[in-house]
């Protein structure tokens, strides 16, 4: 009897390990998903200002011409 009561205990103990582990490791990959998302949104937005201020220039130089 005690060593049944221990024995569920200690899977109840490697239970709750397992699980904490695993949703650190899901708190970590969100966590990374989300930083290389912000990360590509930036520079996204370099591109695109980049591309528009080229497109700006050189609608202003064939203007000038």
């Known amino acids: 009897?005690?060593?049944a009561m221990l024995s569920?205990?200690?899977c109840v103990v490697a239970?709750?390990?397992i699980?904490?582990?695993s949703m650190a490791e899901l708190?970590?990959?969100v966590c990374y998903a989300?930083?290389?998302l912000s990360i590509h949104q930036v520079i996204d937005m370099w591109i695109v200002c980049f591309h528009f201020?080229?497109?700006m220039n050189n609608a202003a130089i064939n203007i000038s011409i």
């Open 27 to 29: 708190y970590s990959i």
């Open 34 to 36: 989300k930083f290389y």
């Open 8 to 10: 569920k205990l200690i």
């Open 15 to 17: 239970y709750i390990s």
């Open 1 to 3: 009897s005690l060593s």
């Open 19 to 21: 699980s904490f582990l």
């Open 53 to 55: 201020l080229t497109t």
